[in-house]
């Protein structure tokens, strides 16, 4: 592992990007992101994705220089056109349009399209909540995990963010995909040489397997839970695919030429102004009272406690040695 600053990072990831063809405002809205990824220990979202945004650019399929635009469909109905570009630019450009509708009305929705995504889904649903609100958000992928019972792969590890405003404190969130083991990390585990805990996925004959590469090559990834997150998963298609008019996993991978970087797809985010919401202004100290039992239980602790430790310390990060390698391959 090496130790990088924050802004070094950050400035690895946009000069990277820009060598490659991003303007500044695409590139500078994906190394927020990558720098944020890596200073929360969100390792399998930060700069392990940068060679395939570089890949995404080289091959012509993602525009760098994608200009976002956001319009009201209708009322408490938002949509973001990404323009073809990465999904953080988009997901800036949805921020204030979206807090401004939800202030307004107390509820709004958007679905951001043309966008491709390759990122963690807490920076979008926690700058809601910094904003005071409630923030959900889900996407699709590629189809990488088969419906419980199936060995078609399918679904996407369509992951699912939620975040709850908490005045005066770190937002409560939580980021979680819908297969036993997001994508990525079980590719740093094939990387790594280590095996993956059996019911993370199944080899090209569909039996249980525990290692990464059977899986990743001609097996399927497994949704959490058996058919409770293959629901899930089916939901997230749904939502942030036909409900939004954009693509799912499997049409996803159709328009797709395997450079190994971000699909193209939807995401579909809501927001909820609790003030509005609630009978009454008890609704964050009422909130508190349930997330304060969980952290004061001994053994338990809140979804994005990790992260947000990592966040409180600052200054540097650790990152991996084959990924800055990868990227100096570049
Ligand atoms: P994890 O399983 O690592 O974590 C899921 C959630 O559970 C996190 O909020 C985590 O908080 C929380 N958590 C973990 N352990 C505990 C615990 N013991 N007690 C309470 N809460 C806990 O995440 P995944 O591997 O499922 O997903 C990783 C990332 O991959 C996500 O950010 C997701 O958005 C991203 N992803 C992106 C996709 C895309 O298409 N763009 C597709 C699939 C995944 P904490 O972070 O604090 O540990
Ligand atoms: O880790 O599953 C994943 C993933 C898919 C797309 C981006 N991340």
């Not at 805990?197 to 249980?208: A, C, F």
Request: charged share 20%; hydrophobic share 45%; glycine share 14%.
């Amino acid at each position: 592992m090496a130790t990088m600053e924050l802004d070094e990072i950050s400035e690895l990831a946009t000069t990277t990007l820009m060598r490659f063809g991003a303007d500044e405002a695409n590139a500078g809205a994906v190394a927020r992101i990558v720098t944020g990824a890596e200073r929360d220990g969100s390792h399998s979202h930060g700069l392990f994705r940068l060679p395939g945004y570089v890949k995404a650019l080289k091959s012509g399929r993602v525009k760098g220089d994608a200009a976002p635009t956001a319009i009201e469909m209708a009322p408490g109905i938002l949509r973001v056109d990404g323009d073809d570009g990465f999904a953080p630019l988009a997901l800036e450009v949805m921020r204030d349009p979206l807090i401004g509708m939800t202030r307004r009305q107390g509820i709004a929705m958007c679905g951001v399209i043309r966008t491709h995504h390759f990122a963690a889904l807490w920076p979008e649903v926690e700058m809601l909540a910094e904003a005071g609100l409630v923030g959900m958000a889900m996407t699709q992928a590629m189809p990488y995990v088969a419906p419980a019972g199936g060995r078609e792969a399918l679904f996407g590890t369509n992951p699912q963010a939620f975040a709850w405003p908490r005045p005066g404190k770190a937002p409560l969130a939580f980021d979680q995909a819908a297969s036993t083991m997001a994508r990525g990390d079980v590719m740093i585990h094939r990387r790594d040489g280590q095996p993956v805990p059996i019911g993370v996925g199944i080899d090209k004959d569909g039996n249980d397997t525990t290692d990464p590469g059977e899986i990743l090559d001609g097996g399927v990834q497994l949704a959490f839970g058996g058919y409770k997150g293959s629901a899930i998963a089916l939901m997230v298609e749904l939502m942030s695919s036909s409900l939004i008019g954009e693509r799912f996993s499997h049409e996803a991978k159709a328009a797709h030429n395997g450079d190994g970087g971000p699909p193209v797809g939807g995401e579909f985010v809501l927001a909820i102004d609790p003030a509005q919401a609630s009978s009454g202004d008890r609704w964050a100290e009422h909130g508190d009272s349930i997330l304060n039992r969980i952290e004061n239980m001994e053994g338990a602790r809140l979804p994005g406690a990790r992260r947000h430790a990592n966040r409180a310390k600052g200054g540097a990060a650790e990152v991996s040695d084959a990924v800055l390698a990868e990227i100096a391959a570049l």
